[in-house]
């Protein structure tokens, strides 16, 4: 809808002469003699604004205001007043009117009250409209953060195969969120509400690998004084992430194979298997192919868990989602440091979707945590002391995510929309919005 101006007045003269200082200045308006009639208009996505006079026969201005922001207590009304009534105009801003005019005004200052007021309810508007689009964000979107191909078809399969319970391998370069999409998988299975253990093999002691995994009875070796459960047994009814399985030595391999075959496990020391009823999701940062071709693997190992493979990609892979999945991991340091998060740099926001992340992720949480922090020069955040409005911190973070994402897509205006989840118009017009221009894609880098 276009911005309309709802403009109220008993008198003729003033209403004629308010509709062609407004057409003059190309700003669309609705002049009405009754405020019944603007107040049926009136709704709180409703992308206009009110002028009104206070003093009318029947309802009043006071009237009219007070029913529109009922209506919508964000919604801006300016009230016209003779100078017998500025007091009441000044007390009637505590109720919440957006400004006043003291006639007689001129054309141009009701030409700038009403352009700033048009200003704030389009970032009203923009603003619910952002924080509709956050909140309708599924669990899962909130947690495979990216509007890029590879991360939503990520997602979609995330969705598919969590509803079923086939075991899965995760592949994926170091730090690029291999764990989040197993608890991703779990959390969305019907196995959510049971436990999701998660097994870091490189890091079990080697001559503890089988009792860690499978318990032992007590016994079964020097210092086992009590018998013990082990993760596979702890997992029951719920979800093992053998993460970093490439690095499990080859002499366990075979159990763990018999393990994850038969879903039993037999305890050291005792001879009487015992059932389980468990999901397996293992994740690998190498090659596990060329692990079986190198002897390191096991080849039936690697059949029987790859039954679906899914693969994480890494940030070369997907530069577009950097800004906004850096801007996410800010929020998230600066509520685990208790500091109040400020705005990304647009430059800074522009130069990281061009850099190489070798560490994925991890490496772009620890330069949110750094930013955050202020630790970082590169990305240490402003401090001029000045206070931003929610508006305004709203349209600098839109703005640095165009610029950030135009770099990212070389300057292309369809690689961008398409990245931004935007249409070409919408692009288009959010670029007039806040001045920019392809070639900013390349001064902010």
Request: with cysteine.
């Amino acid at each position: 809808m276009k911005q309309t101006v709802l403009f109220v007045d008993d008198e003729e003269e003033l209403r004629h002469a308010t509709g062609q200082t407004l057409m003059l200045a190309d700003i669309p308006a609705t002049i009405l003699d009754k405020p019944e009639l603007a107040l049926a208009q009136i709704s709180r996505g409703f992308p206009g604004v009110l002028v009104t006079d206070i003093r009318m026969p029947g309802h009043d201005g006071l009237w009219l205001m007070r029913k529109a922001l009922e209506v919508d207590p964000e919604f801006p009304v300016i009230l016209v007043t003779g100078h017998a009534d500025v007091n009441l105009a000044v007390e009637s801003m505590r109720e919440g009117a957006y400004d006043f005019i003291e006639k007689p005004f001129a054309p141009s200052q009701l030409v700038s009250t009403i352009q700033h007021a048009l200003e704030k309810r389009r970032l009203t508007i923009e603003n619910r409209a952002l924080k509709r689009e956050v909140g309708g964000r599924d669990k899962l979107e909130a947690r495979l953060i990216g509007r890029s191909d590879a991360m939503v078809d990520l997602r979609k399969a995330v969705r598919t195969i969590a509803a079923t319970d086939a075991d899965v391998l995760i592949t994926g370069d170091t730090g690029v969120g291999k764990d989040v999409t197993a608890h991703a998988l779990h959390d969305l299975s019907a196995r959510g509400p049971h436990p999701f253990v998660h097994i870091n093999c490189a890091a079990l002691p080697v001559d503890l690998v089988e009792s860690e995994l499978f318990g032992h009875e007590a016994g079964a070796f020097p210092g086992a004084m009590r018998a013990r459960f082990g993760k596979f047994e702890f997992a029951r009814q719920g979800t093992v992430f053998l993460d970093e399985i490439d690095s499990l030595p080859v002499s366990v391999q075979a159990k763990l194979l018999h393990a994850i075959q038969a879903r039993q496990i037999t305890r050291l020391g005792a001879n009487e298997p015992v059932a389980l009823d468990i999901r397996v999701i293992a994740a690998a940062k190498t090659d596990l192919a060329a692990a079986v071709a190198a002897g390191t693997f096991r080849a039936d190992l690697l059949y029987r868990l790859n039954v679906v493979t899914l693969h994480v990609p890494p940030l070369s892979a997907r530069r577009a989602d950097i800004p906004s999945l850096f801007i996410n991991l800010a929020a998230q340091a600066a509520a685990r440091y208790s500091k109040q998060l400020v705005d990304v740099p647009a430059d800074v926001l522009s130069a990281m979707a061009t850099q190489d992340w070798p560490g994925n992720v991890r490496e772009l949480r620890n330069a949110a945590d750094r930013f955050v922090l202020g630790l970082d020069p590169l990305v240490r955040p402003a401090t001029d002391g000045t206070t931003q409005t929610l508006a305004q911190k709203m349209a600098a973070h839109e703005k640095s995510l165009i610029l950030a994402a135009l770099t990212a897509q070389d300057g292309s205006l369809k690689q961008t929309y398409e990245a931004l989840g935007l249409s070409r118009k919408a692009l288009y017009e959010k670029m007039q919005k806040h001045g920019i221009s392809k070639a900013d894609a390349d001064t902010e880098a």
